[in-house]
Protein backbone atom coordinates (compact mmCIF):
# COMPACT_ATOMS: atom_id res chain seq x y z
CA UNK A 1 0.00 0.00 0.00
CA UNK A 2 1.24 3.56 -0.85
CA UNK A 3 2.77 5.27 2.02
CA UNK A 4 -0.39 7.91 2.78
CA UNK A 5 1.59 10.72 4.46
CA UNK A 6 4.52 10.79 1.51
CA UNK A 7 1.74 10.69 -1.08
CA UNK A 8 -0.29 13.62 0.57
CA UNK A 9 2.54 15.48 0.68
CA UNK A 10 2.74 15.01 -3.05
CA UNK A 11 -0.65 15.18 -4.03
CA UNK A 12 -1.06 18.59 -1.44
CA UNK A 13 1.85 20.17 -3.51
CA UNK A 14 0.42 19.16 -6.92
CA UNK A 15 -3.43 20.44 -6.13
CA UNK A 16 -1.87 23.64 -4.44
CA UNK A 17 0.21 24.26 -7.18
CA UNK A 18 -2.38 24.04 -10.01
CA UNK A 19 -4.60 26.55 -7.83
CA UNK A 20 -2.07 28.76 -8.29
CA UNK A 21 -1.63 28.54 -12.06
CA UNK A 22 -4.76 28.59 -12.17
CA UNK A 23 -6.32 31.62 -14.04
CA UNK A 24 -7.69 34.68 -13.08
CA UNK A 25 -10.05 34.41 -15.64
CA UNK A 26 -10.95 31.40 -16.48
CA UNK A 27 -13.13 30.29 -19.40
CA UNK A 28 -16.35 28.49 -18.79
CA UNK A 29 -14.36 25.22 -20.72
CA UNK A 30 -12.01 25.44 -17.97
CA UNK A 31 -13.98 25.65 -15.37
CA UNK A 32 -15.90 22.78 -16.38
CA UNK A 33 -13.18 20.69 -16.77
CA UNK A 34 -11.36 21.74 -13.48
CA UNK A 35 -14.77 20.33 -11.47
CA UNK A 36 -14.12 17.51 -13.55
CA UNK A 37 -11.00 16.86 -12.49
CA UNK A 38 -11.78 17.54 -8.97
CA UNK A 39 -14.49 15.00 -9.30
CA UNK A 40 -12.54 12.30 -10.82
CA UNK A 41 -9.39 12.77 -8.62
CA UNK A 42 -12.01 12.55 -5.80
CA UNK A 43 -12.66 9.23 -7.13
CA UNK A 44 -9.08 7.92 -7.98
CA UNK A 45 -7.02 9.25 -5.06
CA UNK A 46 -5.16 6.14 -4.27
CA UNK A 47 -5.58 6.07 -0.30
CA UNK A 48 -9.40 4.95 -0.45
CA UNK A 49 -10.73 6.27 2.86
CA UNK A 50 -9.20 9.74 2.35
CA UNK A 51 -11.21 9.94 -0.70
CA UNK A 52 -13.72 8.48 0.47
CA UNK A 53 -13.81 11.42 3.09
CA UNK A 54 -12.87 14.18 0.65
CA UNK A 55 -15.92 13.07 -0.97
CA UNK A 56 -18.14 13.51 1.87
CA UNK A 57 -16.75 16.50 2.45
CA UNK A 58 -17.53 18.37 -0.94
CA UNK A 59 -21.06 16.69 -0.85
CA UNK A 60 -21.57 18.55 2.62
CA UNK A 61 -21.96 22.10 0.93
CA UNK A 62 -17.91 22.55 -0.05
CA UNK A 63 -18.73 22.09 -3.80
CA UNK A 64 -15.16 22.89 -5.84
CA UNK A 65 -15.01 26.58 -6.57
CA UNK A 66 -13.22 27.34 -9.61
CA UNK A 67 -14.85 30.97 -10.56
CA UNK A 68 -11.29 32.37 -10.69
CA UNK A 69 -7.85 31.63 -8.98
CA UNK A 70 -8.32 33.39 -5.74
CA UNK A 71 -11.56 31.09 -4.95
CA UNK A 72 -10.08 27.59 -6.59
CA UNK A 73 -7.05 28.50 -4.16
CA UNK A 74 -9.02 29.67 -0.90
CA UNK A 75 -11.22 26.30 -1.39
CA UNK A 76 -8.53 23.92 -1.59
CA UNK A 77 -6.95 25.91 1.44
CA UNK A 78 -10.06 24.55 3.19
CA UNK A 79 -10.37 21.37 2.00
CA UNK A 80 -6.70 20.83 3.17
CA UNK A 81 -7.70 22.36 6.82
CA UNK A 82 -10.24 19.92 6.53
CA UNK A 83 -8.18 17.40 6.55
CA UNK A 84 -5.45 18.86 8.90
CA UNK A 85 -8.82 19.23 11.39
CA UNK A 86 -9.46 15.34 11.00
CA UNK A 87 -5.54 14.98 11.40
CA UNK A 88 -5.32 17.22 14.40
CA UNK A 89 -2.90 19.31 12.75
CA UNK A 90 -2.63 23.14 12.95
CA UNK A 91 -5.33 24.53 10.60
CA UNK A 92 -3.71 27.35 7.64
CA UNK A 93 -4.51 30.95 7.61
CA UNK A 94 -6.42 30.48 3.51
CA UNK A 95 -5.31 34.46 3.83
CA UNK A 96 -2.10 33.02 3.05
CA UNK A 97 -2.51 30.52 0.38
CA UNK A 98 -0.93 32.62 -2.52
CA UNK A 99 2.15 33.49 -0.48
CA UNK A 100 2.76 29.55 0.22
CA UNK A 101 2.31 28.21 -3.37
CA UNK A 102 2.39 31.57 -6.09
CA UNK A 103 4.24 34.13 -5.12
CA UNK A 104 6.88 32.97 -2.21
CA UNK A 105 6.47 34.66 1.65
CA UNK A 106 7.04 37.93 2.44
CA UNK A 107 9.14 38.24 4.95
P1 LIG B 1 0.68 18.30 4.57
O1 LIG B 1 -0.66 18.32 5.24
O2 LIG B 1 0.90 17.26 3.50
O3 LIG B 1 0.97 19.75 4.00
C1 LIG B 1 2.09 20.05 3.16
C2 LIG B 1 2.38 21.55 3.26
O4 LIG B 1 1.25 22.28 2.81
C3 LIG B 1 2.59 22.04 4.69
O5 LIG B 1 3.90 21.91 5.10
C4 LIG B 1 2.12 23.50 4.63
O6 LIG B 1 3.18 24.34 4.22
C5 LIG B 1 1.10 23.50 3.53
N1 LIG B 1 -0.27 23.55 4.05
C6 LIG B 1 -0.78 22.96 5.17
N2 LIG B 1 -2.08 23.18 5.27
C7 LIG B 1 -2.42 23.93 4.19
C8 LIG B 1 -3.65 24.48 3.74
N3 LIG B 1 -4.80 24.32 4.40
N4 LIG B 1 -3.64 25.22 2.60
C9 LIG B 1 -2.49 25.42 1.92
N5 LIG B 1 -1.30 24.92 2.29
C10 LIG B 1 -1.28 24.17 3.42
N6 LIG B 1 -3.96 11.51 5.58
C11 LIG B 1 -4.54 10.71 6.50
O7 LIG B 1 -3.84 10.16 7.36
N7 LIG B 1 -5.90 10.51 6.51
C12 LIG B 1 -6.71 11.09 5.58
O8 LIG B 1 -7.93 10.87 5.59
C13 LIG B 1 -6.12 11.92 4.59
N8 LIG B 1 -6.88 12.48 3.61
C14 LIG B 1 -6.27 13.18 2.62
C15 LIG B 1 -7.05 13.67 1.58
C16 LIG B 1 -6.46 14.33 0.51
C17 LIG B 1 -7.32 14.84 -0.62
C18 LIG B 1 -5.04 14.50 0.48
C19 LIG B 1 -4.39 15.18 -0.69
C20 LIG B 1 -4.27 14.03 1.52
C21 LIG B 1 -4.85 13.37 2.60
N9 LIG B 1 -4.10 12.87 3.67
C22 LIG B 1 -4.71 12.10 4.62
C23 LIG B 1 -2.66 13.22 3.80
C24 LIG B 1 -2.48 14.38 4.78
O9 LIG B 1 -3.30 15.50 4.40
C25 LIG B 1 -1.01 14.90 4.79
O10 LIG B 1 -0.58 15.15 3.46
C26 LIG B 1 -0.02 13.96 5.46
O11 LIG B 1 -0.48 13.63 6.76
C27 LIG B 1 1.38 14.63 5.57
O12 LIG B 1 1.21 15.80 6.35
P2 LIG B 1 2.29 16.94 6.56
O13 LIG B 1 2.16 17.36 7.99
O14 LIG B 1 3.62 16.48 6.07
O15 LIG B 1 1.84 18.17 5.67
Redesign the pocket.
Known amino acids: PPD??EL??S??TL??TMTAQYPERPSLTQQLETKSFIGLFSKM?P?W??AD??RSWMKGGNEPRVSNRDEFGKW??E???A??V??G?K??D?NK?EE??RTGWKD
Open positions: VEGRTWLHYCHCDFMCAHNVNKLKEFCWRW
